[in-house]
Every structure is written in structure tokens, then in C-alpha cells.
């Protein structure tokens, strides 16, 4: 199964890429920092409509994209800002209108660090971003506590949560790929 990581943290070794490397420490896959690319922010042109292809020459379009149209899975995270999720991560989750439609029934997963106050805000904004594409979330979040650089380890809640969906991500992919509802954990891990 490919599962693509997207940390919307600017910050270096930041929170949110702690624990999105957690879950991809438990499935496998690929970490993706936006703040290594460059990912310019939607224009509203509607090129997209006419063409089915994003008009900005990018990272976005020319690398970002490609992989999330391979992926079997799509993990967001992102700390929070305003009650909501970076300006990274809008922007990258704003420029999927060209791809509306194709990510249909893949899995995605969402991950929000920060303070007490907001962090449902923006797992809110992740997962309602799945469900604008028609995309299976796997569960209703995770959820991490720390302001702080790796404060985040002091989140057992969040560092067991982010285990937990990995391994329901697993258990998504097996369904999805075996049509078996019925396949226990035990079961996944022994096939």
C-alpha cells in the first residue's frame, strides 16, 4: 500500500512531524515536508475545468499531485494556527480542486498538534477535506498537546493515537483490497 505523509508544520523536526512519522513508523510510506516545496496558493482561475489540469507550474503540479493520484492513502497533519490548520496545508489541500474526483475511496488520516484550544478546529478542516473527495477517513483524528519543541513526547494520548491509526489504515487498505469486512487485526497482521 502506498500512504503519503504531508506535514504542513514550517517548523524543522516539528510536533506534527513527529507524530505523522509515528504512523508511517507503524504502515511504511513516504514523508512529504511542505515546506520543502514549493506550493504556490490556488488563483481561482478555473483553468482546472476546462483542462482537468492545475494551470500554476509548480511543486504542487509538477511532484505533489503525481503522488497523491499513486497513493492508496493520504495522511495530513498540521499544527494549528487561528483554530485551524497552516497556511501550508490550505494551500496544498486548496489546490486539489483539479484533481476532484480522483481521490475518491482512498484512505485518508488526519493529525492536528497544539495548544488546548483549536486542535479540533483543524482535524475538523482535514477530515472535512477527505469528505469533499469522497475519501475514506480512517478514524476521527489525532490529536496532540505540545507548543513547544518535541513537547509532543509528553503526549502519551497522542502518541498512542497516532499507533492506533496506523494501524487502522492497515486495516482499511486489507478491506479495501480484499473486500473482507470481516478480517480481524490478528488476522491482517498474519497475511
Known amino acids: 500500500m502506498k ?17 505523522l512519522k509515528l504512523t508511517l513508523s507503524t504502515v511504511g ?16 482561475c478555473w483553468a482546472c475545468r476546462d483542462s482537468g489540469k492545475c494551470a500554476i507550474d509548480d ?30 496545508l490550505k494551500a496544498f489541500m486548496d489546490r486539489t480542486w483539479c484533481i476532484r474526483g480522483q481521490l475518491r475511496n482512498k484512505i485518508g488520516g488526519a493529525v492536528a498538534v497544539g495548544r488546548k484550544y483549536g486542535i479540533e478546529s483543524a482535524i475538523t478542516a482535514i477530515n472535512a477535506f477527505f469528505l469533499k473527495h469522497e475519501m475514506i477517513p480512517a478514524n476521527r483524528g489525532v490529536c496532540g498537546t505540545a507548543f513547544e519543541k518535541e513537547e509532543i513526547v509528553k503526549d502519551k494520548e497522542a502518541i498512542e493515537s497516532a499507533k492506533k491509526l496506523g494501524k487502522r489504515i492497515k486495516e482499511l487498505g486489507r478491506i479495501l483490497d480484499t473486500g473482507n469486512t470481516d478480517l480481524s487485526i490478528t488476522e491482517m497482521e498474519e497475511s
Open 3 to 19: 500512504v503519503i505523509y504531508v506535514s504542513g508544520s514550517p517548523r524543522g523536526r516539528s510536533n506534527t512531524d513527529y507524530l
Open 29 to 44: 510510506g513516504q514523508f512529504v515536508k511542505l515546506a520543502d516545496y514549493h506550493v504556490e496558493s490556488c488563483k481561482s
Open 59 to 88: 511543486d504542487m503540479s509538477n511532484t505533489l499531485i503525481p503522488m497523491l493520484l499513486e497513493a492508496d492513502a493520504l495522511i495530513l497533519g498540521s499544527p494549528v494556527y487561528f483554530n485551524n490548520v497552516s497556511a501550508q
